[in-house]
């Protein structure tokens, strides 16, 4: 395996001479193409005479414009390596590392499985239904129910209840040769077909369930943490899962869990105490409800944190049919602090799920920022100012008219609101490679401390008919019990349909299609409604009511729907 390279400063200098150089001679304007391995540049008569778009198209690059570089923003990052395999291992302070077993994702086809793996099913964070829709009567029906529970604050006053932000669970049908092999009760070994429903919530548990009829297919495994975020499953097809605690417990920090899904036993932990981490505020403060990426080629887990820190981790994994293990071998730590960042606003840290594009991760957070960071360098490229704290995950699609790489994003209403806890939250599309805006529209919010207005809900792509669109759920907007969800032209930003909710939504919109390819939105709002909605349209098809506040995102299998609510429930939903 070839060796890490890390940089001192002397060297980091005549890097940043030559990468200036290298900026110079390339476009900054320009759109990023959809790379492929194996693809060779399209033939141009004179190269000297490309556009600058054509140039950086080809080369596949992201660079900063002026108003995107990050030393506007104030940007200071340090980096931080470590070996646990060597007997000297630790953290060391770097100027600079280049990774040797590049990260490349190469297009959004991130696995090859049969089902909902992560947070919006991909690396783009595209969507979280597989599968198409038989649907004649185009209504909702409740099937099956589960009972969760709830986790006693050791601090503060309450408890952790249900299923939370974001809350959504994972659906997977496993190969038959995988199946035999782990901890799955024998019926359900033996069930052909069998759709596993995993999902850990907020009373500290991981649930194992039969999509079908919701009954158990494993015992529960206990974490004792509120899981708030949306685990992951390895997208080549080891039985490993991953998922992070949403706050600590106590004196207990804390932390992401590795889980062998064979054995059903944690494997590995990271996160908790983590003296790199710059965010000081309420001690040593850490949350992980971002949903983390397996690079699969080079055995790379990606996931950004609350503390401020974004980790990547080379696993070595191994499994041989009777368990999983891993050997984390290189784990590198990026932090940073800008000019607004601070300990009473405008806190550090990373909510958001993060979506990669190539080797790009783009990442929204509790600052306002929107940043693309380069994963084989660990060098930000540019920041885009999002003004306000952003929980939504960004959203990307690459444009199949001209390769062009876009963004989808927005805030909650947090930091920016007035006096009377009023105020406007963009919503933006932007360019992937440069950071450039596109277009930015603006909706008028409510906040409530705690319960923010604004855009908690991860924006969801239109496919089939509805290619031309981008869903957005506004919560607290029309008042502070109110929201919406808006269908804006992808193109221009305009509004091509909008649906007043009566109560407000922090889940996701997800796009379910039928076998003529038309897409429908299931939409849950905080009263317990779940809606299918006409996408092209806007026109509601059917409504069905689970009680208490649907907080989480849902998945889809086909034609079953999965989510929990803060009522301490898991329901499965059928598309009739």
Partial sequence: MKKPIVLAAGVVALIAVVAGIVLCLSSCGAPLGEPQKGDTVAPYLNTSELTTEQKLLETGRCVAVESTLPSAFGYKTTLSVNFPSREDAIPMAVDAYVRQDEIHFTSNRYTNLEGVITFRGDNYRSGAAYGTAVMTEYKLRKVWELTTGELKKSVKKGEWTGSGWTGQPLLIQWDEATKQVMNLYESKKKKKDLVEVIYATMDGNIYFIDMEDGSATRDSIKLGFPIKGTGSLHPGGIPLYVVGAGDDMGDDAARTFLVDLVRGKIIYEYGN????????????????????????????????????????????????????????????????????????????????????????????????????????????????????????????????????????????????????????????????????????????????????????????????????????????????????????????????????MKYYSWSSPVAVYDAKGDGYIIQCDSDGNMFLIDGRTGVLKSTVNLGKNIEASPAVFGNTIVVGTRGKKIYGIVLE
Avoid at 393 to 422: F, I
Wanted: proline share 3%; net charge negative.
């Fill in 273 to 500: 105490d983590d003296p790199f981490s710059l965010r000081k505020d309420n001690g040593n403060f850490c949350a992980f409800d971002s949903s983390p990426l397996f690079d699969v080629a080079t055995d790379t887990l990606i996931q950004p944190g609350e503390n401020g820190i974004l980790y990547t981790t080379k696993l070595n994994t191994e499994y041989d049919g009777k368990q999983v293990t891993v050997s984390p071998s290189e784990v590198v730590k990026w932090n940073y602090e800008t000019d607004r960042t601070g300990e009473k606003t405008y806190w550090l840290g990373i909510e958001s799920s993060a979506c990669v594009y190539d080797h790009y991760l783009y990442a929204c957070d509790n600052s306002g920022d929107l940043i693309c960071l380069d994963l084989n360098t660990m060098a930000l490229v540019w920041v885009q100012d999002t003004v306000d704290d952003s929980n939504a995950s960004p959203v990307l699609e690459v444009d199949a008219t001209d390769g062009t790489a876009y963004l989808y994003v927005s805030t909650s209403l947090h930091w920016t609101k007035d006096k009377k806890d009023s105020g406007e939250i963009p919503v933006m599309k932007v360019n992937a490679a440069t950071g450039e805006v596109i277009w930015k529209r603006t909706y008028e919010c409510k906040t409530v401390d705690g319960v923010s207005g604004g855009v908690q809900a991860t924006a969801c792509i239109g496919k089939n008919n509805i290619s031309d669109l981008v869903f957005f759920t506004v919560a607290r907007t029309g008042g502070k019990k109110h929201g919406k969800l808006v269908a804006l032209d992808k193109k221009t930003g305009g509004e091509v349909w909008s649906v007043e």
